[in-house]
């Protein structure tokens, strides 16, 4: 089964910058998209940053201009560059990733565990 291994979290102060990263394992044939989504307090889950398989990406736009998602050459790891964060970037950032695991199957879709950003004032 595939899984999603996230890592870069953590805390920091408002204008800084944290880097993401979520890198895939197990038994991949090709990937679809891939983003980052995020659950602030009280708040619903919603999208930060999305790749397709084509590079096509999307911006929350809360965050154009001050976050950056990218991809490997395989698709197999992507990050999120976050910078001049803001206390409003708190929350649970999670890896998202559709993929298929063998030629012709079907399409998953996999979650990584989360990982906390805190931005302090």
């Known amino acids: 089964q595939v899984q999603l291994a996230e890592s870069g979290g953590g805390l920091v102060q408002a204008g800084g910058s944290l880097t993401l990263s979520c890198a895939a394992s197990?038994?991949?044939?090709?990937?679809?998209?891939m983003g980052w989504y995020r659950r602030a307090p009280g708040k619903q889950r919603e999208l930060v940053a999305a790749?397709?398989?084509?590079?096509?990406?999307d911006y929350a736009d809360s965050v154009k201009g001050r976050f950056t998602i990218s991809r490997n050459n395989n698709k197999n790891t992507v990050w999120l560059q976050m910078n001049s964060l803001r206390p409003a970037d708190t929350g649970v950032y999670y890896c998202?990733?559709?993929?298929?695991?063998?030629?012709?199957?079907?399409?998953?879709?996999?979650w990584g565990q989360g990982t906390q950003v805190t931005v302090s004032s």
């Open positions: 998202n990733a559709e993929h298929i695991e063998y030629e012709l199957g079907p399409l998953n879709s996999v």
């Open positions: 790749i397709t398989s084509g590079g096509k990406i």
């Open positions: 197990g038994t991949i044939f090709a990937f679809n998209d």
